[in-house]
Antibody, heavy 119, light 111 residues
Framework: EVQLVESGGGLVQPGRSLTLSCTAS????????VSWFRQAPGKGLEWVGF??????????EYAASVKGRFTISRDDSKSIAYLQMNSLKTEDTAVYYC??????????WGQGSLVTVSS | QSALTQPRSVSGSPGQSVTISCTGT?????????VSWYQQHPGKAPKLMIY???KRPSGVPDRFSGSKSGNTASLTISGLQAEDEADYYC???????????FGGGTELTVL
C-alpha cells in the first residue's frame, strides 16, 4: 500500500525557517518524482514545487510564490522528500501536502501537515 | 484568482447526474491531454479521481467520468450518492514554464 506521511509542521514566527519531511512507503521511491502542494485555510489547492527522480537528474521546479525561499530535496536511501521553507510569511500559513507524481498527475497524497506562520 | 475557472458550487439529488466544468486556455486545458480531477472531503487529503482527461484510477467508481472540449474540461458524476458530497478540483499541465494550474474548486452538495 502506497503511503506518504508528512511531518515537521507547527507554529513558526514570520521570517523564520521550517523544514517538512515526507516519508514514503509502498513503492520504489527513487523511481518517482515528488510534488508539494499547500492549502490555506478555507482556500483551494496551490502547487508549491516538484523534484524529479534521479533519472531526470533530481532537478526541481517551484511556483513563483515560493521560488527563492523554498527548497525541495530528497534522500532516496531513506525514501524521504523534504520541503525547506525559509523567510516564512504569514501568507504561507497552510496545510502542506506531499504527493507521488506519475506522468502528469498526482496519484497519492499524504494526510498533510499544518504550518502556521504567526508572531 | 485561480488559473482555471470552476463553478463555486453545484448540487444534485441522489441518483441524478451533475457536471462540473473547468475552463482554461489553449495554454493549459486546451493544449494538453493532461487534465486531472481531485476529490477532497472536509479535513481530508485530496484523492485522484480522473487523469489524462478521461481515465479512472483503479478503485474509482465508473460513475465518475471526464471529458474535454476545447479549453473546457468536465467531470460528470452520475448516480449521485451521499458520499460524493465533497470539493472537486481540476488540474491541468500548462507547459514547461508554468507546469501545473488548478481550478479554485467546486463544492458538490448532494441534496
Amino acid at each position: 500500500e502506497v503511503q506518504l506521511v508528512e511531518s515537521g509542521g507547527g507554529l513558526v514566527q514570520p521570517g523564520r525557517s521550517l523544514t517538512l519531511s515526507c516519508t514514503a512507503s509502498g513503492f520504489t521511491f527513487g523511481d518517482y518524482a515528488v510534488s508539494w502542494f499547500r492549502q490555506a485555510p478555507g482556500k483551494g489547492l496551490e502547487w508549491v514545487g516538484f523534484i524529479r527522480n534521479k533519472f531526470y537528474g533530481g532537478t526541481t521546479e517551484y511556483a513563483a510564490s515560493v521560488k527563492g525561499r523554498f527548497t525541495i530535496s530528497r534522500d532516496d536511501s531513506k525514501s524521504i522528500a523534504y520541503l525547506q521553507m525559509n523567510s516564512l510569511k504569514t501568507e504561507d500559513t497552510a496545510v502542506y501536502y506531499c504527493t507521488k507524481y506519475t506522468n502528469y498527475f498526482f496519484d497519492y497524497w499524504g494526510q498533510g501537515s499544518l504550518v502556521t506562520v504567526s508572531s | 484568482q485561480s488559473a482555471l475557472t470552476q463553478p463555486r458550487s453545484v448540487s444534485g439529488s441522489p441518483g441524478q447526474s451533475v457536471t462540473i466544468s473547468c475552463t482554461g486556455t489553449s495554454s493549459d486545458v486546451g493544449g494538453y491531454k493532461y487534465v486531472s480531477w481531485y476529490q477532497q472531503h472536509p479535513g481530508k487529503a485530496p484523492k485522484l479521481m480522473i487523469y489524462d482527461v478521461t481515465k479512472r484510477p483503479s478503485g474509482v467508481p465508473d460513475r465518475f467520468s471526464g471529458s474535454k472540449s476545447g479549453n473546457t474540461a468536465s467531470l460528470t458524476i452520475s448516480g449521485l450518492q451521499a458520499e460524493d458530497e465533497a470539493d472537486y478540483y481540476c488540474c491541468s499541465f500548462a507547459g514547461s514554464y508554468t507546469l501545473w494550474v488548478f481550478g479554485g474548486g467546486t463544492e458538490l452538495t448532494v441534496l
